[in-house]
């Protein structure tokens, strides 16, 4: 860092893994840290899936005591919650799961972060537009929206 940057390591926030040492030997620790990085995210994950599936066989039952439209409301709030929770393992858990195992192939690389970085920002603008796009009463009432655009020129007059 200090060669290449001219940045003192210690006064910056970060993690680095390496995963070989300078004789070509497996430093486990790094290597053990990773694997306990990927078993917290697939910890997480599974409670995902347990609980989407869970919930969408009693969301099946229940529903069939409700209107149509009620159901179909449902139905779309479903949906949206799933792309919810797919939308950040593309956009911020994927660029995370790659960085942690590039040192485990020993490949030497300059990364592109401004590509990972816009991975990680555009996450809260995707998550509106999906409950946007996928619920059909939201979808309506933002095309309904009008914004007020005036056409007349304003003109500032110094006295």
């Not at 529903?63 to 792309?83: A, D, G, P």
């Not at 040192?103 to 990680?120: E, Q, R, S």
Request: charged residues 15%; positive net charge.
């Amino acid at each position: 860092m200090l060669d290449r940057y001219k940045t003192d390591i210690s006064v910056i926030s970060g993690m680095i893994s390496i995963a070989y040492n300078e004789n070509g030997n497996v430093r486990w620790f790094n290597v053990l840290c990773t694997f306990n990085m990927t078993i917290i995210m697939l910890i997480q994950y599974s409670v995902i899936i347990y609980c989407a599936v869970f919930m969408y066989r009693k969301m099946e039952s229940k529903l069939q005591m409700l209107s149509n439209s009620l159901q179909n409301l449902h139905k779309q709030f479903f949906k949206t919650l799933i792309l919810q929770i797919s939308t950040p393992t593309i956009t911020l858990f994927f660029p995370v799961v790659l960085i942690i195992y590039l040192p485990l192939f020993n490949i030497k690389t300059d990364l592109p972060t401004g590509i990972l970085l816009c991975a990680f920002t555009i996450y809260p603008a995707m998550d509106a537009i999906i409950v946007m796009y996928i619920v059909k009463d939201y979808r309506k009432a933002m095309k309904s929206t009008k914004y007020p655009v005036s056409t007349e020129k304003k003109v500032f007059r110094h006295s």
